[in-house]
């Protein structure tokens, strides 16, 4: 799951920087990613994890595994750190796996019992909305086949909601908590967010762009409101926290179904949290809130996340990483990345006298600037990364912009 999420930050960073280490510590990830594909004998099946003997892995995976596998390979994809050859070994392993989730009706296939499956990306709330229509939005970007595109407006406008609600209706609402799983947990709504993000980015339609664009929004301004938990958390706290997973046997017992699979994990973390007081403290307060920044810091309105800046800072110079157990704090490196990226200006142009202006941006836009009123003139979206040069044609009617794709 992480290592797919993680690679939104490797690869904002390798863009802003073209840090080398950086391209490797990606390639490390997608390394990881094909690995996890290679497990088991199941077309579809992303593990979770394996053990130690290098083989080993639970049987089970999940709509939450499956989307950061595809969002991560994209993302690597997309902001053009493959060679052309690894490009399309990673074009290749990614269709294959979206052509076995299509045969399964898009639910995420088990490699073994106790379930055939575990979990989908039809579910008619925000668990589901952004998640199909991106799959299919990439297939078409990787394949150029155009029936994939006609399957993306399909799902987009598709009614799954109550009150005949749409995929673009739950997108443009944005991310949602489940009060199932608890009272605030960005850390699993962020991935429908990052889908939401690339759908953003993929787009078009100036219609279906907008509403992506306000969904964006919406999930930012929900997620800001976990950004202040950072400050529940005591650095130098000495709670005891226990390493030793294996303390959740205790409330292991055979499955045979999905459901009982969800019990026993249910109570195994019940009894997990009982010996290690602080395994929670930060699961509530390290994990909501750096996942949160994140969130925060995949809206497109730079103005908006500028609004939130000192907040997100806040968040990211709060923790002493080097004293925390769990790994789940590593979205901050995104929101940080992220950050460097919003609205920095990168490039202008001035017209012949000196009365209007062209500027290019790390947010991927272009904006035309009428300098004797001191004020924006327009704005133009379309790149989908930053904008590296722009000019001006000499009667000032066409201005041309280069970004590093596209």
Known sequence: MFNGLYLDALCTCWKLTRSDDARA??????????????????PGFIARGVATDGATTYPMGSNDQTTPWLYGIWRYLRDGLSEPAERE????RFVEVVAALDRCGWRMPCDGGPSPYRG??????????PRLPFVMKVMHELTGDGHWQQRHLDAVHEPVGKAGCTRLDLCRTGMVFDPGQGLRHSWTGSEGVACLRALWELETDAALRAAYTQ?????????????PLCAEFDVDGAQHFEPNWRVMNEAWQPQHSEADAVAVANAGLRVQHRASPRLHLEKDYVREPCFAAWVVTLCPDARFVAQHQEALCTVLRHYRYDRLHLSQFFPVESAWWRLQATGTVTSVGLTADGAGAVSGSDDGTVRLWDLKQRRGAATFE??????????????EAWAVSGSYTR
């Not at 510590?25 to 199941?42: E, I």
């Not at 070994?89 to 290749?92: A, E, N, R, T």
Request: proline fraction near 0%.
């Open 25 to 42: 510590k990606a390639r490390r990830l997608v390394d990881g990613l094909l690995f996890l594909a290679s497990l088991g004998n199941t």
């Open 89 to 92: 070994q990673l074009v290749s």
């Open 382 to 395: 379309g790149h989908s990364a930053r904008v590296l040069s722009v000019g001006l044609s000499a009667d």
């Open 120 to 129: 989908t990306f039809t579910h008619s709330t925000w668990e589901g909305a």
């Open 215 to 227: 969904g964006l929004r919406a999930s930012a301004e929900l997620a800001a409101q976990s950004l």
